[in-house]
């Protein structure tokens, strides 16, 4: 069955009315809205146009991803009107049961049809349902209870003097429940309130009609039809009804019988799709609030006008081009809210015609310019919102009464305000500009104006309470502004600030914040003459000392949280931090500190939150442990090797000792039960016995290294790139920011990374982290183009989510590193794909490169007018429909198609000029600059204290949410190799090498810079003689025996700098050489102290190990790492002092016991076993495969060059005949297995 016929109908004529079918966006959710198809709709198209939207562009994916099932939780197809029983128990309980009325026994119990709908209980005659007496028992204010003498019983009782009670009985506990649970909700109801939203509705039920009380009804998000039954055209039956939602209807028409309804007072009737609003509107004389928002309107109806009680009035996100005239009329009215309009000009002499007018809200139109009449000021508007607009200059000096102004992000450069009532001004984001005064202004925020000084009128403010002038070009703070006597708070970082003036006289500044400059120290009385001083932040410095904190020896500063991370703070400034007892934050990471007095800091006895990362220290003092109320202590990227006493602490819940040099932990009996996180990573002499890990298992997350694994792949990828990870929770109880790294994906041949902030949310990022990986594989198996499957994997992904995604959803971020087929100068390519706010940012030459797209409102104008356009509501915070600020993420299917999962993707070439990679979330890059970011991490050697830095320094510069970071270090280049040697010709189209001819070989004892290769058992043998065997797959007579023969191939181990050729290329088989010998069991004499170097000794074989290393002429710790290359490394000291390098020890964990570095189960890769001698001088043996490593012969070291001798004579011993051209084929196992 083709996919045309699964939706389609084999002709081509539209559905017919005979049979409806119904399409249902987000399946999964409880309260999913489904609608019926027009009979002109396909089902077919309208899936085509949804995944086409979703981003998917090739006609063949989509529809394949049109036949996946987890399609069907996003959307689907019913061949009749879907619906769940706790659905319907919403709308409507209905049953025949027996009743009695009255709460005496006087009556008898009877059958009866009982219906619960809206607000009312309904009981009538099983016969005569629809014509017989009804009786109406309103609920709302009454009682549901048990009848405890009767099994399965409730007894319904109205409100009020006369109430009435009527008894029920169901026949099972189940049914019975369900009533109670429906009854009890409308019970308690102070007010008639029916909520019928998200039914897919396309009319009224109508028992609803005998609820005559209901006041408000709620029919939001569902398909009201206007002529049927008990559609829109029936609702003026309700008599009391005062609330009418009708929003997310898709009515398209204003339904003009709404407006008989004459006691509304509130109707909503948002995103309709109205093109126009009817004249009738103006009968409608009770309504007090009236949403038009989401729609097409153009103009009001001059009728609007006779709604003298209207004073809320919506028209956001319609297409108006200028204020409304009738707003002249509505007296009552005291806010204009046009928000995402189509204004461009702004004439303030029509507000001055609007006196009742107090508040205007015009974000997000196209205002370019502010037109006033005449010079007549208005007395009236206190509030004016102008942010997202394209204003250059803003002349609002007639508003003589505004109080609060934003101009946020528009394109200003003089703003001239009459503020003798101003309290707050906003106008970050803009350009350079100036402020005509005067101004008095409460709150002032001046951030990212390239001011190059702080304006006088600020100076001479004297209310003013609190000043932002961060991130401009300030070289000075005025001594008016810091000895401000109205100043509480001031926020100067990311300036140009060399010092701060002198304080003569006490101030009430409460808050400082001046990180980011290039102070190198602050003033003498600063603590002591700013003692309401609570909160200091003055990282990112040049800060080498501190100031005292008084006179006296008791010091009256009140200082709680201080920052000074990134300076050059040296023990000398731990004295003075003892005159701030009341400390409970204090962050002193990224400075020179060596020690911590343990009498300084057993006086900061109110510490919470303590952060020495980064420093120099050797130790934690032991008076930690009066730090009672200590719940933190970050101390990574330090030199401490002694476990403080932290475990006996009763509020400790974070303890991070990452990249320390730690050898073992003295643990207490029991453990505090508040300790929820321990990182103990980066300690590489850090050994946890049994009895210690299981003393940490009641911890909810335990950090300690992993070691690695021996496998190929790793040795393969560490030569390139190598990744450090951070995560922080910051202030809240969870962490919902996940990463993922696989330094060697699809093979060895590539590596991948991402970064998941699901904000809120913790379950989207953790799904990501698990099943992106696999998508991403899948993806490039299916296509070689980066953008193709880049933007697969990230929709794809956005499928698989399920049911997770219809609410939930998450910024992502994924970075592919793969060998680069395209450009011939590069040895891999960089893909990188995003979507959210999470960001990559690639460091070339030292230098930052951002890689990424941010998709939010305030960051991208072209997708805030998309949004714009499909009519979402924007809030005052920025956040589609009030839930997110993010354009485009992973999930949030239920805001489709305003929130679309297509990423935006970037391929770069890597070169030998790129450094490192960082991978971070919105919390980080908030914080931190592109190039500030790279500039910390260039130069630390380990990529985990890198990424530990990255978090460290996002939390003491004011970060609070989650932070993640990763950071990969970049080694791309020749030199990095660890296959082939520049000696040896890769593989041809063919598969065979040719013989390559060394003009310089070089000495025989040390691998050479152009073969690498050193003959195993004799060095007489030249390394040209070797070289020669090895750059061919044989000799003449192998390398045809090993075409002809039809040998099936195994893939070369080769690295991520020269892949292994699509087309077929030689394959080596792993084989062993088995001789007699009469040694001991253990391999040795008495006398012997070690194996013989390259011989593996297990027993009564010999394994010869084969390990040929591609080192370029660099160092050979480097070359250790292609151990599975199929290449044979020389028995030389340089091979001793290989196998004994702290990079075999930290790929390996340790050397194993048998002498090899390669484990055992994959030294038979390595290995050739030969049953009888060689047949050449070159050691390499032809052989079975021997797949059982134990019980093997060894050789002493005495008796090597016996064997060596005997092997010799043997093979000359043995003529070897030229093989015939009808033999060759005959001669399987005869090939050379060096390669």
Not at 254 to 275: A, K, M, Q, R
Not at 576 to 605: C, D, M, Y
């Amino acid at each position: 069955m083709t996919l045309r016929s699964r939706f389609e109908r084999p002709s081509s004529r539209p559905f017919e009315h005979t049979h409806h079918f119904y399409f249902l966006l987000n399946t999964s959710l409880l309260n999913c809205v489904s609608r019926r198809l027009e009979p002109t709709e396909r089902p077919l198209q309208i899936v085509y146009d949804y995944l086409s939207r979703l981003g998917f562009d090739d006609p063949v994916r989509i529809q394949e991803e049109a036949a996946d099932p987890d399609l069907g939780c996003m959307l689907r197809f019913y061949g009749e009107k879907p619906c769940q029983m706790d659905h319907l128990d919403r709308i409507l309980l209905s049953g025949i049961y027996n009743v009695r009325k009255g709460k005496t026994q006087l009556h008898k119990w009877a059958e009866r049809l009982v219906v619960l709908c809206g607000t009312c209980l309904i009981v009538s005659s099983v016969k005569d349902c629809q014509t017989g007496k009804m009786h109406i028992l309103p609920l709302v204010g009454g009682k549901v209870e048990e009848v405890k003498r009767r099994q399965h019983s409730l007894a319904f009782s109205s409100a009020g003097a006369q109430a009435q009670t009527y008894h029920v009985s169901f026949e099972t506990l189940a049914e019975c429940q369900r009533w109670q649970r429906q009854a009890s909700k409308v019970v308690s109801q102070r007010i008639s309130t029916v909520d019928l939203s998200c039914y897919s509705l396309e009319e009224v039920p109508e028992h609803l009609f005998y609820s005559q009380d209901i006041t408000y009804l709620n029919l939001r998000h569902n398909f009201m039809q206007l002529e049927r039954p008990g559609g829109l055209d029936t609702l003026y039956r309700f008599s009391q009804l005062k609330g009418l939602n009708l929003s997310h209807n898709k009515l398209g028409l204003f339904p003009v019988l709404l407006c008989e309804i004459s006691t509304l007072t509130e109707l909503n009737l948002s995103c309709n799709g109205f093109h126009d609003v009817p004249s009738q509107i103006g009968s409608l004389l009770n309504l007090q609030t009236l949403c038009l928002d989401g729609n097409f309107l153009t103009t009001l109806p001059e009728e609007l006008g006779n709604l003298q009680q209207l004073s809320s009035l919506g028209i956001s996100f319609n297409n108006f081009s200028q204020i409304p005239e009738v707003y002249e009329k509505l007296t009552m009215l005291d806010k204009v809210v046009m928000a995402g309009n189509r204004l461009e000009v702004l004439n303030l002499g029509v507000l001055n015609r609007m006196s009742h007018i107090k508040h205007v809200d015009l974000r997000m139109n196209h205002l370019k310019t502010v037109v006033t009449e005449n010079l007549e000021g208005n007395k009236y508007i206190t509030h004016m919102d102008l942010r997202d607009n394209q204003l250059a200059d803003l002349d609002l000096s007639s508003l003589c009464s505004l109080e609060q102004l934003h101009c946020e992000r528009n394109q200003l450069r003089e703003l001239t305000l009459s503020g003798f009532s101003l309290r707050t001004l906003y106008a970050s984001s803009n350009s350079e500009f100036s402020v005509q005064p005067p101004v008095i202004s409460f709150l002032i925020i001046f951030c990212r104006n390239l001011l190059e000084c702080v304006p006088d009128w600020a100076c001479e403010a004297k209310k003013m309470e609190i000043l932002d002038v961060s991130y401009n070009l300030l070289t000075e703070v005025p001594m008016r502004i810091l000895s401000s006597l109205s100043l509480r708070k001031l926020t100067a970082g990311h300036n140009q600030v060399q010092s701060l003036p002198v304080l003569v006289e006490h101030i009430p500044l409460e808050a400082l914040d001046i990180q980011h400059n290039l102070l190198t120290r602050l003033p003498d009385t600063l603590f002591s003459k700013a003692l309401n001083l609570r909160y200091l932040n003055a990282s990112a410095n040049c800060l080498e000392s501190l100031p005292s904190a008084g006179a006296g020896e008791e010091s009256l500063s009140a200082l709680q949280l201080l920052y000074l991370t990134n300076n050059l703070l040296t023990d000398q400034c731990v004295p003075v931090l003892v005159g701030h007892p009341h400390l409970r934050i204090l962050h002193l990471a990224n400075n020179q500190l060596q020690t911590f007095p343990a009498s300084k800091l057993n006086k900061l006895e109110q510490l919470e939150e303590l952060n020495l990362s980064g420093n120099k220290l050797k130790t934690i003092p032991t008076t930690i442990a009066n730090c009672k109320r200590l719940h933190t202590l970050v101390a990574h990227s330090n030199n401490i090797s002694i476990f403080p006493e932290i475990l006996q602490l009763p509020q400790i819940q974070f303890v991070d000792l990452s990249c320390n040099d730690l050898t073992e932990i003295l643990i207490p009996e029991a453990l505090p039960a508040s300790l929820q996180d321990l990182d103990l990573t980066g300690n590489t002499n850090l050994v946890l016995e049994h009895k210690t890990l299981d003393t940490f298992s009641h911890i909810t997350t335990l950090k300690i290294d992993q070691k690695p694994l021996p496998t190929t792949d790793a040795t393969v990828t560490s030569t390139f790139w190598s990744h450090g990870l951070a995560e922080m929770a910051g202030q809240r109880n969870k962490l919902c920011v996940s990463a993922l790294a696989v330094d060697n994906f699809a093979e060895g041949v590539g590596a991948v990374y991402g970064m998941f902030d699901g904000d809120r949310n913790e379950e989207l990022p953790r799904l990501l982290q698990c099943t992106m990986a696999d998508v991403l594989l899948e993806e490039v198996q299916q296509s070689t183009n980066d953008t193709v499957f880049m933007a697969n994997t990230f929709l794809v992904s956005h499928r698989k989510l399920g049911m997770a995604g219809q609410k939930l959803g998450s910024s992502a971020l994924l970075c592919y590193i793969r060998p680069d087929t395209a450009d011939p100068t590069s040895s891999f390519s960089l893909t990188v794909a995003n979507v959210g706010t999470c960001q990559a940012v690639l460091c070339r030459s030292g230098k930052a490169v951002p890689l990424s797209k941010v998709f939010s409102l305030e960051q991208d104008p072209e997708e805030a007018q998309r949004v714009k356009d499909q009519k979402a509501i924007i809030t005052e915070d920025n956040k589609v429909n009030g839930v997110t600020c993010c354009t485009r993420m992973l999930g949030c299917t239920y805001l489709y198609p305003w929130i679309l999962p297509k990423p935006h993707i970037s391929a770069t070439p890597l070169t030998i000029q790129d450094e490192l990679l960082i991978l971070g979330n919105k919390a980080l890059w908030e914080h931190l600059s592109y190039t500030e970011a790279v500039n910390a991490v260039r130069h630390v050697q380990d990529p985990l204290a890198a990424a530990k830095k990255l978090c460290t320094v996002a939390q003491s510069y004011g970060c609070q949410d989650n932070v993640g970071a990763m950071v990969v270090y970049l080694n791309i280049g020749e030199e990095g190799c660890t296959c082939e040697m520049n000696g040896l010709t890769l593989p041809g189209p063919v598969g065979f090498a040719s013989t390559s001819i060394i003009k310089d070989p070089p000495k025989p004892t040390t691998p050479s810079s152009s073969s690498g290769i050193a003959s195993e058992f004799g060095s007489e043998m030249s390394t040209s003689e070797v070289s020669s065997e090895v750059g061919s797959t044989a000799s003449d007579e192998h390398s045809t025996v090993g075409l002809d023969a039809g040998l099936l191939p195994r893939p070369e181990r080769r690295c991520s700098l020269h892949p292994t050729p699509t087309s077929g290329v030689f394959q080596r088989q792993p084989s062993c050489a088995t001789f007699s010998s009469n040694q001991s069991d253990n391999g040795l004499d008495s006398d012997d102290d070690q194996p013989v170097e390259g011989v593996i000794t297990n027993g009564s074989k010999v394994e010869v190990e084969v390990d040929i290393h591609c080192c370029r002429g660099r160092d050979l710790e480097n070359s250790q790492n292609s151990v599975n290359s199929g290449i044979l490394l020389p028995v030389s000291k340089d091979r001793m002092e290989l196998q004994k390098s702290p990079s075999t020890s930290c790929l390996y964990g340790k050397k194993l016991s048998n002498g090899s570095i390669v484990p055992l189960e994959d030294s038979l890769n390595l290995i050739e076993v030969a049953t009888e001698a060689p047949k050449k001088k070159t050691g390499y043996f032809a052989a079975p495969t021997q797949l059982e490593p134990e019980d093997q012969f060894v050789v002493p070291r005495d008796l090597e060059e016996e064997v060596k001798e005997q092997m010799k004579q043997q093979q000359e011993s043995r003529p070897e005949p030229e093989p015939r051209e009808e033999d060759r084929t005959e001669l399987p196992e005869e090939f050379d297995t060096a390669l």
